[in-house]
């Protein structure tokens, strides 16, 4: 029989929380991350709204690598994987001989730095760019520094540049290798950082908006980017009773497709036959859905187009739906890892967290159940979709324990 998996350990650092437990507190007030960027020069955008993460002590989490050796969203990435092997409670002498995966998603990889370099460049010619920047470049740094962090000597690192799927891929990638027995621990999700190219693309396109991200509603105008990165910890049931661990939920089953329809705009025959693919693969009907976390990305098409392929698999009156962008704002690889973490808390903590900056739901995006207040409400299955551009689809069902 495929054997069960399960989430032991969760590791959070974004715009409004550090750590699962004050991420839990932020979804339940509705906490919203969004502010002025001031991490790289905004002069000449008429508006630089997004959702940072405040400065802190990483040192204050990591055991083994210096924080001058990690770029910004290795240091996040590595800070997160930190904290969700310390709530697994698992110590570094029970890992080190483990069989280990450990899969981070990413849009950006280490393009704060490539930012530095770039401007280093200009500023001083090709002498001028500085070494150590450019080694924490590579998007691939990101899975290696969780390994050093953790001391992970049999490991397998993976790196899933999946744009805005790439926290559930990771997800989709673990649960894989934990039912084939190729691995029997793995820290799975997403990190990014904020960075100039990122913030001017989607600006230049017309997605940012110009103060809060209002997924779903009539006066949605944008997105917001952000920053951060999520870590879950997944084993077999099997292997966390035998430890006795604290199960958070279970990984029931994961969709993942590629149509490469367009670069920018969804397909949503593609988006419904992806919820389809992770529904069939759990073994959920679609009534037994309890939540959706939307991708939500507050921008005018996005929330549009994932209405109606929503409205494709569920009918009419789809399951609650909330949109967490809204107060994490674009995470970009992080946002489905973080979003499901919020998923986990939900059914192990039996809240629903708000859709903020929430008014009126446009009828053109074909949801009457978003959730704009704090539910107290027993959650058994949620569904987080993840959608990116080119058509990479990746969607994660967990349930009750």
Not at 94 to 111: F, P, Q, Y
Not at 179 to 192: E, N, P, T, W
Not at 330 to 338: N, Q
Not at 348 to 368: K, M, Q, Y
Request: charged residues 20%.
């Amino acid at each position: 029989m495929t054997p069960r998996v399960v989430v032991t350990g969760l590791g959070v650092v974004c715009s409004t929380a550090l750590g699962s437990a004050d991420f839990s507190a932020a979804l339940r007030a509705g906490r919203s991350g969004a502010g002025p960027i001031d991490l790289f020069d905004t002069r000449g955008f008429a508006h630089a709204q997004g959702c940072q993460v405040p400065e802190f002590e990483a040192s204050r989490w990591l055991r083994r690598l210096p924080e001058a050796e990690l770029g910004r969203a290795g240091r996040f990435a590595a800070v997160a994987a930190r904290m969700a092997a310390t709530d697994a409670r698992l110590a570094g002498d029970t890992l080190a001989d483990r069989r280990c995966l450990v899969s981070v998603g990413t849009t950006d990889g280490g393009s704060y730095e490539l930012d530095q370099v770039v401007a280093d460049e200009i500023g001083s010619g090709p002498s001028g760019i500085r070494a150590e920047l450019v080694r924490k470049v590579p998007a691939g740094a990101l899975s290696t520094a969780v390994a050093r962090e953790l001391g992970l000597s049999r490991a397998e690192t993976m790196t899933m540049a999946t744009a805005c799927a790439a926290g559930n891929h990771s997800v989709g990638d673990a649960l894989d290798a934990l039912r084939q027995g190729s691995a029997d621990l793995a820290f799975c999700g997403g990190a990014d950082a904020l960075c100039r190219r990122n913030f001017t693309g989607f600006y230049r396109l017309g997605l940012i908006a110009p103060d809060l991200c209002r997924p779903f509603d009539i006066h949605r105008q944008g997105l917001l980017t952000g920053e951060g990165a999520g870590v879950l910890v997944l084993e077999t049931e099997e292997a966390a009773r035998a430890r006795g661990a604290r199960r958070y939920a279970e990984v029931l089953g994961c969709g993942i497709n590629c149509d490469a329809h367009d670069q920018m705009t969804p397909e949503p025959e593609s988006i419904a036959r992806c919820m389809r693919l992770a529904l069939d693969d759990a073994g959920v009907k679609a009534h037994e859905v309890d939540l959706i976390s939307a991708h939500g990305t507050g921008t005018e098409v996005n929330d549009m187009i994932e209405g109606r392929a929503i409205r494709e698999v569920f009918g009419p009156r789809p399951p609650r739906t909330v949109a967490l962008k809204s107060m994490l704002g674009h995470t970009m690889g992080a946002a489905s890892a973080l979003a499901g973490i919020a998923c986990v808390l939900s059914i192990s903590e039996g809240f629903v967290p708000p859709t903020i900056n929430h008014t009126r739901t446009d009828p053109a995006c074909g949801l009457d159940r978003i959730v704009s207040r704090t539910e107290t409400s027993g959650i058994d299955i949620a569904q987080n979709n993840g959608l990116a551009f080119g058509g990479n689809n990746a969607v994660v069902l967990y349930g009750r324990c």
